[in-house]
């Protein structure tokens, strides 16, 4: 109202004038295009929410290998050096190293894994870090405003944009959980022909030409009997399997995985309009989801609200359009469980 | 521009990829566009015939004014800047869009259309429906939706604009339904915040609608351009202005994550009531004009003492299902009469897959009028 009133003092001249330039207003979009630095995540964009990207500068980390290779992010945790990234980008891989603010820190340890949530524990040499600031609750209403790890140059970390673009929920493993091995029958039980080298199976030892009698003491005699057994497990699970090598009874732990993510899945319309995704990208708990623009090697970064504190932490780039992140609620539980395997000093 | 692809869930929903887009045309309204996008113009003409004195002529034109500046005045003040001015701008986009999110994301449904899905938004209580052609595809084909709540309804596809990739549907079961607004008079700017929504890569319940963010980036007559990114299924999705206004429908995608492409509700506008009629537009790309001939009934009949006679029923045939019987005789197909068996199935030769058509036959001296879909021969 305040509007039709200030209106009404206006000269008729005046009104003539802003009557052709909302006409000129109106007919200008014909093939305009919008700049760049204007664009969602345009530099300018960027600038607007610089305070949080003043928290990446301190509490993000860029994971090189190599030189020069940037290949995931990580989130500081600790002032002496702990640092969360992500497992799967990181397997593997040689000569690491983190770039913390200006500083670059060799990498010389991964403390712990959690194959369930693809998350790696990893430490450097410091003592004076800011572990990132943690919100209270995970718990935000779809549509919010949400900032990540984008581009990073040697001295600056940059922010991305986006917000949180659906429910919470739990990602299943992309054709359920699975050991890694691939069975065929064999007269005195299922018998390994090919394994992996990633599958989690092969890492607990086993190998092909064993013959698996039992998973957690149950016998196995059928293929059908370890699709049965699968129905209740999740991948993370640890499972005990009891295999003959040369004639001889041994055991031995594997923790399950996703099939897909173990044996390679197909590869979908969807996949080749959505760049470099991560390679495990199933088989979460539980994730917020946003609309972040990023790739395989964008994950491991904190997920921060526009006030900079930790909403969670990147896992995954699933395809064009969905980011997935821990929720800080499970990523607390999870730093406190994977800080338990450090030794002691 | 070049080496655009759509996103389809599945190739089976696929249209031919456009090869060179021929689109990219200056900007030229049709005239009842500009009436209808400047109300104050036709205030204008009415005073200068009515001939009044200048005095009135400028207090009516001012009144115009002032109404033409009261719909400017709906324009959120962030959509004016060319970067929002801070955090309290941030924050206000966020709060008009979360203000009508859970209206418009229960609006927007799953299109399951063979062994594809795309996504659609229902305009009207009782399930007028908005898509792109590319993902029906056709006219009068059996569709089913599922609501955002999971609640699998039957619906049919209405007419579509083959070449600007617009298509309408309606559910054929009852209302009432929850629907967004449509911005029919064209409002939204290049520059504009706006959030797109779809049931990416198919319906998840647990998921729910997939919501993205992005700025209006490019306009053009029938394509609008915006970083709000987008993938197979989302086509036939919504495109909101930040009121919750339907602007746009999806389309295509380009080669990088910031090229998402809607058709603008101004398209959709324009063939509005033929579409509704279910007239098959345009020659392309994105939807496949039916060939004629290929219409199948499923019935057998032969000449009898001037009079066609049905001898033979198909299994599971169209005729089967409409309740046509050995030994009807057959009197019209259309409103014409049919004269024999050539004059018959000449008539059926220039229908398609997917056409409904009238016959009329006679019965124990009785007459009975069928209406029937044909089904792909």
């Not at chain 1, 450097?124 to 919010?144: H, K, M, R, Y």
Request: glycine share 10%.
């Amino acid at each position: 109202m305040k509007f039709f009133l200030t209106r009404r003092f206006f000269s008729h001249s005046s009104l003539l004038v802003i009557f052709a330039s909302s006409m000129l207003g109106h007919h200008a979009y014909a093939q305009e295009l919008l700049d760049t630095e204007f664009r969602t995540n345009g530099p300018l964009m960027h600038a607007l929410v610089a305070p949080t990207a003043e928290v990446l500068q301190k509490s993000s980390a860029v994971i090189f290998e190599g030189r020069n290779e940037e290949i995931s992010f990580g989130t500081i945790v600790s002032a002496d050096g702990l640092i969360l990234t992500k497992a799967s980008e990181i397997a593997e891989k040689k000569d690491l190293s983190a770039r913390i603010d200006r500083r670059s820190y060799p990498l010389k340890e991964v403390i712990a894994v959690d194959p369930v949530w693809d998350v790696a524990l990893v430490k450097v040499d410091a003592a004076d870090l800011t572990p990132v600031p943690f919100a209270e609750s995970s718990n935000i209403e779809i549509g919010t405003w949400c900032v990540a790890n984008g581009a990073a140059t040697r001295f600056q970390r940059r922010p991305m944009i986006g917000i949180i673009s659906a429910t919470t929920r739990e990602i299943k493993a992309d054709g359920g959980p699975v050991l890694g091995i691939a069975l065929t029958k064999d007269d005195d039980g299922l018998l390994i022909g090919e394994i992996p080298e990633k599958s989690s199976a092969h890492s607990a030892g086993l190998k092909k030409g064993d013959i698996v009698t039992h998973l957690d003491n149950q016998a196995m005699k059928k293929r059908e009997d370890v699709a049965k057994f699968m129905e209740n497990r999740k991948v993370g699970d640890e499972v005990e399997v009891t295999f003959l090598r040369e004639g001889k009874e041994q055991k031995a732990k594997v923790t399950l995985a996703g099939r897909g993510d173990t044996f390679g899945a197909p590869a979908t319309r969807n996949d080749a309009m959505s760049g470099e995704v991560s390679k495990r990208r199933s088989g979460f708990p539980r994730v917020l989801q946003h609309d972040i623009m990023g790739n395989n090697k964008t994950c491991g970064g904190p997920l921060l609200d526009l006030d900079g504190k930790c909403i969670g932490m990147n896992i995954a780039r699933a395809n064009r359009c969905e980011s997935f992140a821990i929720p800080v609620e499970e990523l607390l539980q999870l730093i406190e469980k994977l800080k338990a395997k450090q030794p002691a000093p | 521009m070049a080496a655009l692809s759509k996103c389809p869930a599945k190739p089976s929903i696929t249209a031919t990829r456009p090869t060179a887009f021929s689109h990219y045309l200056p900007f030229l309204h049709a005239s009842g566009f500009w009436i209808s996008r400047f109300p104050f113009l036709q205030n204008g003409i009415v005073v200068v015939e009515s001939a009044l004195g200048m005095k009135q002529l400028f207090v009516l034109f001012g009144f115009a004014m002032i109404s033409a500046y009261a719909a400017e005045m709906e324009r959120f003040a962030f959509n004016d800047k060319k970067i929002p001015s801070g955090v309290e701008d941030l924050k206000a986009i966020q709060k008009s869009m979360q203000s009508v999110l859970e209206k418009v994301r229960a609006a927007t449904v799953c299109v399951e259309l063979g062994q594809g899905s795309g996504s659609g938004v229902i305009i009207s209580e009782d399930g007028l429906i908005l898509t792109a052609a590319h993902v029906t595809s056709g006219v009068g084909k059996e569709v089913t939706f599922v609501l955002s709540d999971g609640r699998r309804v039957k619906g049919e596809s209405l007419g579509l604009s083959s070449d600007s990739d617009c298509a309408m549907a309606k559910i054929t079961e009852k209302g009432p339904f929850p629907f967004v607004e449509v911005d029919k008079e064209d409002q939204s700017r290049l520059g504009d915040w706006v959030f797109s929504l779809g049931h990416s890569g198919g319906y998840n319940k647990d998921r729910g609608v997939g919501v993205r963010i992005g700025r209006i980036v490019k306009s053009t007559e029938s394509t609008v351009q915006t970083d709000c990114s987008l993938i197979g299924g989302d086509s036939g999705g919504p495109l909101f202005d930040m009121h919750g206004r339907l602007i746009g429908i999806h389309s295509r995608v380009g080669p990088t994550i910031t090229e998402n492409m809607h058709v603008p509700t101004r398209e959709f506008v324009l063939h509005w009531d033929k579409m509704l009629k279910g007239e098959f537009l345009g020659e392309g790309p994105f939807a496949k004009k039916p060939k004629k001939g290929t219409g199948f009934l499923g019935c057998g009949s032969e000449d009898r003492e001037g009079k066609l006679v049905v001898t033979k029923i198909g299994r599971e045939s169209p005729a089967e299902a409409a309740g046509i019987k050995v030994d009807d005789i057959l009197i019209k197909l259309d409103g014409t009469e049919i004269k024999d068996k050539k004059h018959f199935q000449a008539m059926l030769a220039e229908k398609c897959a997917d056409d409904k058509v009238t016959v009329v036959l006679l019965r124990a001296e009785k007459e009975i009028s069928l209406t029937i879909k044909l089904a792909e021969r």
